[in-house]
Nanobody, 123 residues
Framework: QVHLVESGGGLVQAGGSLRLSCAASGRTFSSYAMGWFRQAPGKEREFVAGIGWSSGTTLYADSVKGRFTNSRDNAQNTVYLKMNSLKPEDTAVYYC????????????????WGQGTQVTVSS
């Protein structure tokens, strides 16, 4: 069982930066692939970024590639999403998710989810 808590969301102007954190409980955190997803009002939840258990594998949505960076600290049971050059279209609730397996872009494969943190980018 893994319990996830996101933090770091907020209101930022376009072009600004935020760093989201996702703190996980559970002794097997280091074996879990971690994903970041987001959901804007009226839209489906979409994959943003993910990182494999060893940090050797990362995936990014095309819309955030080059602007967002995913990292993890297994000693601290925490994953991070550094978001630079934010755009109004990045506005959404951001969720982290965990699965015991390979990294995937599919939200249906992640059984563990945080409560989400709101990111709002003003133009």
């Amino acid at each position: 069982q893994v319990h996830l808590v996101e933090s770091g969301g907020g209101l930022v102007q376009a072009g600004g930066s935020l760093r989201l954190s996702c703190a996980a409980s559970g002794r097997t955190f280091s074996s879990y692939a971690m994903g970041w997803f987001r959901q804007a009002p009226g839209k489906e939840r979409e994959f943003v970024a993910g990182i494999g258990w060893s940090s050797g594998t990362t995936l990014y949505a095309d819309s955030v590639k080059g602007r967002f960076t995913n990292s993890r600290d297994n000693a601290q049971n925490t994953v991070y999403l550094k978001m630079n050059s934010l755009k109004p279209e990045d506005t959404a609730v951001y969720y982290c998710a965990a699965r015991d397996g390979y990294l995937s872009r599919s939200s249906t494969l992640y059984p563990y989810w945080g409560q989400g943190t709101q990111v709002t980018v003003s133009s």
